[in-house]
Nanobody
Framework: VQLQASGGGLAQAGGSLTLTCKASHSVLNLEIHDMGWYRQLPGRQREMVATITRGGIKYYSDSVKGRFIISRDNSKNSVTVNLEMNRLAPEDTAVYYC?????????????????WGQGTLVTVSS
């Protein structure tokens, strides 16, 4: 599974940015389930920002609820997840990582895996 993230950059406080992550594969019987965005500051643990299930149920951290919107577009062998970030604040400055959970079902067993995309830096100036 390949995760390709884009959209980071510099924004002013109060502005907006949209992050995009495309998860793609060519594996038979593989499904991409939950996807989401996490962020990390130097010396800090990675934290959940927003996630979305395969069926479209969304979860947000309290710090971004009401400001960020996660959305998802499912295709046969790929899923694209967007994170629309509004009313950005300097505290949103971090490296943002896309994450995907997958499941491959065979006649013998079910295999779960998770994948991380490369980080994309978001910098919000005051």
């Amino acid at each position: 599974v390949q995760l390709q993230a884009s959209g980071g950059g510099l924004a002013q406080a109060g502005g907006s940015l949209t992050l995009t992550c495309k998860a793609s594969h060519s594996v038979l019987n593989l499904e991409i389930h939950d996807m989401g965005w996490y962020r990390q500051l130097p010396g800090r643990q990675r934290e959940m920002v927003a996630t979305i299930t395969r069926g479209g149920i969304k979860y947000y951290s309290d710090s971004v609820k009401g400001r960020f919107i996660i959305s998802r577009d499912n295709s046969k062998n790929s899923v694209t997840v967007n994170l629309e970030m509004n009313r950005l604040a300097p505290e949103d400055t971090a490296v943002y990582y896309c994450h995907a959970e997958t499941e491959r079902v065979t006649n013998i067993a079910s295999y779960q895996n998770d994948y991380w995309g490369q980080g994309t830096l978001v910098t919000v100036s005051s």
